[in-house]
Each structure stands twice: as C-alpha cells, then as structure tokens.
C-alpha cells in the first residue's frame, strides 16, 4: 500500500491549544461554539484525511493529526454553573489549532 502524504504533527498530550477563530464558506467539521477556546491535548489519534476537503471534491491531503482536547465547560460557557471540573473533550483536527 503506498504512502500518503502527511502533514507534521505538532502538538503531544499535556500541549495546550486554542481553536482558531475562522468562518470559512460551506460546512466544516469545527462547531463555532469551541472556536476561539483553550484546551490541553489528551491524545494524539494518528493522522486522517481531512474530511472538511473531502466533503466538497478533494482528495483530503495532506492526511491531518487528530487530536482529542479537553476543555473546561467554564472556558465554554460563559454563564456555566456547574462544578469547576467538568470538562467536555473534543476531536479536532491540526489545521484547527494553534498553540495556547
């Protein structure tokens, strides 16, 4: 099976990472509501296609790192009222990230 091309990882778990804030046209993978937020990377899942370049015709490479990040639900939200500790984890692709 031949190798594709792969886009660096950058980030490793305990990295923490802010989602950029970005409003391209058409659908992506990325709720706006975690744009803009800071997390800590939990896991790196290997690289995939990118599935936001699929959707609309591409070939989806460079293959992307997927990382799961944590957040905290008070960097969220920002009328969040339940206990400080609750976190909500996240699949997001490299492209998305940018160090914190």
């Known amino acids: 099976m031949p190798q594709i091309a792969t886009a ?3 980030f490793n778990p305990g990295d923490h990472v802010r989602v950029r804030r970005e409003a391209p046209a058409g659908h992506v993978r990325t709720p706006a509501y ?41 960097e969220i939200w920002d009328s969040y009222s339940g206990p400080q500790n609750d ?8 492209h998305w990230l940018e160090p914190a």
């Open 8 to 10: 660096p990882q950058r």
């Open 34 to 74: 975690i744009m803009d937020k800071t997390g800590a990377i939990l896991r790196v899942h290997g690289a995939f296609r990118n599935p936001e370049a699929i959707a609309y015709g591409g070939d989806g490479l460079p293959a992307m790192p997927l990382y799961l990040v944590r957040f905290n639900q008070g």
């Open 87 to 94: 976190t909500l984890s996240m699949d997001l692709f490299d």
